[in-house]
């Protein structure tokens, strides 16, 4: 797949899909796209392939890019967001650039109704290294992070990140896990972890199910839900996905 209808094909790589649109990062004219580095880029375009459309987007400001040190970048996130629920109709969308640097991320944002770039800040106060893939739950993006074991949220209504605790055990050594939306609106969690089982004379995996809820302090406690025991007959599961109210898990011992 490629959108053959944009200009100087080399200086573009697609960054994300959503919603019908295809996000594009790139690189000045005359240079190359280059692929997995954690090099900050500036220019993007989006695209709608399937009416051969494309939008090429205001390059980021350089005021903006200054609230990043280049050497400390280590990673960088581009994907498209749902517009504001009060600019909702029907053609615009959001892109947003997320640079995680040692201690902090800085967020760029654009808004095609607006039509411009702006930024918002999240300082951890210790070094930060992701452990899971970016979710999608109720017009949040998060994603976990360790050693701090917590998870990463970002509004995209108010623009705004939160933290909340993941459950200390179980915990799985690779970091397979998934968020859902539970019952009432409320934060469910799946992940797999392993276990020495006597019995069985060998290594078990399970699943496991939470439901994030608040106690009568306001603080955010996670109850364990559901333990299932998966089959045996495979040495590694990967979680691949939610649709449509099933899970879907993947053997990845091969």
């Given at each position: 797949f490629w959108c053959s209808f944009l200009?100087?094909?080399?200086?573009?790589?697609?960054?994300?899909v959503r919603d019908g649109r295809v996000l594009l990062a790139g690189v000045p004219e005359g240079s190359i796209y280059p692929w997995g580095g954690s090099k900050l880029l500036r220019d993007f375009a989006v695209c709608d392939p399937l009416f051969r459309?494309?939008?090429?987007l205001p390059v980021i400001p350089d005021d903006l890019t200054a609230l990043v040190h280049e050497p400390d970048i280590t990673d960088v996130d581009y994907f498209l967001v749902p517009p504001a629920?009060?600019?909702?109709?029907?053609?615009?969308?959001r892109v947003m650039c997320l640079a995680r640097c040692k201690t902090k991320l800085v967020l760029f944002v654009f808004s095609r109704g607006a039509g411009q770039w702006r930024t918002v800040a999240f300082d951890s106060g210790?070094?930060?290294?992701?452990?899971?893939?970016r979710y999608y739950w109720r017009?949040?993006?998060?994603?976990?992070?360790?050693?701090?074991?917590r998870l990463l949220m970002l509004d995209i209504d108010r623009m705004k990140f939160s933290v909340v605790n993941l459950p200390i055990e179980p915990w799985p050594e690779e970091y397979e896990m998934t968020f859902v939306e539970a019952a009432k609106g409320s934060l469910g969690m799946f992940t797999i972890f392993d276990d020495f089982d006597e019995k069985q004379g060998g290594v078990v995996f399970h699943l496991w199910y939470g439901i994030l809820r608040k106690d009568g302090d306001s603080a955010n406690?996670?109850?364990?839900?559901?333990?299932?025991?998966l089959p045996l007959s495979y040495r590694h599961y990967r979680i691949m996905g939610?649709?449509?109210?099933?899970?879907?898990?993947?053997?990845?011992?091969?």
């Open positions: 200009p100087s094909r080399e200086r573009w790589g697609i960054t994300d459309l494309y939008l090429v629920e009060d600019e909702d109709d029907g053609v615009s969308f210790s070094e930060l290294y992701w452990a899971s893939r017009r949040c993006f998060c994603r976990a992070f360790f050693p701090e074991n406690l996670w109850q364990a839900n559901a333990m299932i025991s939610v649709a449509g109210g099933y899970l879907l898990l993947q053997d990845s011992s091969a």
